[in-house]
């Protein structure tokens, strides 16, 4: 049903799945999609309303995908059914709904590269999933004070497209990352350690990234709307870089 589910069987995934090819010394491919929904879905509580793609990310040998539209959805789903590797292909529920642009024809895309969604030349701001609609909806507010922010989707959290997230930070020399996860050993947290590992030099402010708050999911909605990451989680960050002396 969702990925809350799939830790009954994670042993599975991460000693057998992840492990085969290495283990057999190569003589053995894992042609393997696990997919279903993941992170919050409504009112659905602590115990289904996890993200765990960095869980699953951790683990060499898998691939881990999170689309953000029907688009890449499609394109990439077919691109891991065709690879001989086990993928991890988490969607949201909350996405099931939503309509774009899908071509009739036969396209695949490539697993492991991320995409500029909006062009922008004051801020960059990277993240993936159905969380990425507050960026989009944050970015069109922050261009009413002069703010043009550039977003890039992921796409793919395993493998993931370092060198797209270098070049777009040179642009600007800002970042931030917005995430629906808890703040602890999280994806943000493995792109704020490569950035500041790998070009240092460009920052010109300390990176921001948001998350949800460092507790399981509250099943109140008022209590689940303060949760969750949003809009004006993201203006408040941007603003943070933009404004930092």
């Known amino acids: 049903m969702t990925f809350n589910f799939a830790l009954v069987g994670i042993?599975?995934?991460?000693?057998?799945a992840a492990k085969i090819r290495q283990m057999s010394g190569g003589q053995f491919p894992c042609p393997i999609v696990f997919r279903g929904p993941t992170g919050s879905a409504g009112?659905?509580?602590?115990?289904?309303?996890?993200?765990?793609?960095?869980?699953?990310?951790?683990?060499?040998?898998?691939?881990?995908?999170?689309?953000?539209?029907?688009?890449?959805?499609?394109g990439l789903l077919k691109s891991a059914i065709r690879d001989n590797d086990p993928v991890i292909f988490m969607e949201s529920e909350q996405m099931y709904?939503?309509?774009?642009e899908v071509p009739e024809g036969e396209y695949t895309l490539?697993?492991?590269?991320?995409e500029i969604k909006r062009k922008g030349k004051d801020d960059r701001i990277i993240s993936f999933g159905k969380i990425i609609k507050e960026a989009y909806t944050?970015?069109?507010?922050?261009?009413?004070?002069?703010?043009?922010?550039?977003?890039?989707?992921?796409?793919?959290?395993?493998?993931?497209?370092?060198?797209?997230?270098?070049?777009s930070v040179k642009k600007t020399n800002r970042l931030v990352i917005l995430e629906e996860a808890w703040p602890f050993g999280n994806v943000a947290t493995e792109i704020t350690y490569q950035v500041q590992s790998e070009i240092f030099d460009f920052l010109d402010a300390p990176i921001e990234k948001i998350?949800?708050?460092?507790?399981?999911?509250?099943?109140?909605?008022?209590?689940?709307?303060?949760?969750?990451?949003?809009?004006?989680?993201?203006?408040?960050a941007v603003k943070k870089v933009m404004y930092r002396d």
């Open 43 to 74: 009112q659905l509580a602590a115990t289904h309303s996890q993200a765990f793609e960095s869980w699953y990310a951790n683990c060499p040998g898998l691939k881990v995908i999170i689309p953000s539209n029907p688009y890449d959805a499609k």
């Open 110 to 114: 490539p697993i492991g590269v991320a």
């Open 97 to 100: 709904g939503d309509k774009g």
């Open 11 to 16: 042993d599975q995934i991460i000693n057998n």
């Open 211 to 236: 998350n949800t708050a460092d507790t399981p999911a509250p099943y109140s909605p008022v209590l689940l709307a303060e949760w969750l990451p949003n809009s004006v989680d993201v203006i408040k």
């Open 138 to 167: 944050a970015a069109e507010s922050l261009i009413k004070d002069g703010i043009d922010c550039e977003i890039i989707d992921l796409r793919t959290i395993r493998p993931m497209d370092y060198q797209a997230i270098f070049d």
